[in-house]
């Protein structure tokens, strides 16, 4: 390999390994859904049994009507029916804590105003297409250091919710 060959390779390994850097992880990855009627809380997951606890991770291990994992399934009509299965761990389930709930609109990847994110890709399949809803989520979520704080109402002052897409 002459020395510009070398270069040519090397430019190309960097610029390679940058675009696999930016590039952005496809929705149906990291679960992203889009349920409008929910902040993603225990307390609205069918996994939920009163008082705090959840059936994922058996009768000894506590959760909170706050709390939230990445097993998280919207609806409380069946909640208390699901026996307990006690296979994993909060740890495992990555299970966190936010006394106003998750979704996009308190996540630190989201752009409040593109309405994208910075880890996942808006335009590949999935529930939303073309755009981030503020109130989806995903198993990806990280607290925002302000928005993470605030409520449901007070997010709506800032934010304006467009049409979700299907
Ligand atoms: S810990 Fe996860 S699976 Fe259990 S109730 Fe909460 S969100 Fe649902
Ligand atoms: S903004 Fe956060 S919760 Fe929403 S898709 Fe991106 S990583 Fe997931």
């Known amino acids: 390999m002459n020395l510009d060959t070398r270069l040519l390779h090397t430019v190309?390994?960097?610029?390679?390994?940058?675009?696999?850097?930016?590039?952005?992880?496809?929705?149906?990855v990291v679960l992203y859904i889009l349920?409008?009627?929910?902040?993603?809380?225990?307390?609205?997951?069918?996994?939920?049994?009163?008082?705090?606890?959840?059936?994922?991770?058996?009768?000894?291990a506590e959760v909170k009507a706050h709390g939230g994992c990445n097993f998280y399934i919207q609806g409380t009509r069946m909640q208390g029916e699901i026996p307990w299965l006690g296979h994993i761990t909060k740890e495992q389930a990555g299970y966190v804590e936010n006394a106003n709930g998750f979704s996009c609109k308190r996540c630190e990847y989201f752009d409040t105003k593109a309405f994208k994110c910075a880890k996942v890709d808006e335009t590949s399949k999935g529930d939303t297409p073309g755009m981030?809803?503020?109130?989806?989520?995903?198993?990806?979520?990280?607290?925002?250091?302000?928005?993470?704080?605030?409520?449901?109402?007070?997010?709506?002052?800032?934010?304006?919710?467009?049409?979700?897409?299907?």
């Open 12 to 28: 190309t390994h960097v610029l390679t390994e940058s675009e696999s850097e930016t590039k952005k992880i496809p929705k149906q």
């Open 35 to 60: 349920d409008q009627a929910t902040e993603y809380k225990c307390g609205e997951c069918i996994y939920f049994k009163t008082p705090n606890r959840c059936s994922v991770f058996g009768p000894d």
């Open 132 to 166: 981030i809803h503020p109130n989806a989520c995903c198993n990806h979520w990280e607290a925002d250091d302000d928005r993470a704080k605030l409520s449901t109402s007070e997010l709506r002052t800032q934010i304006s919710v467009p049409s979700p897409k299907r």
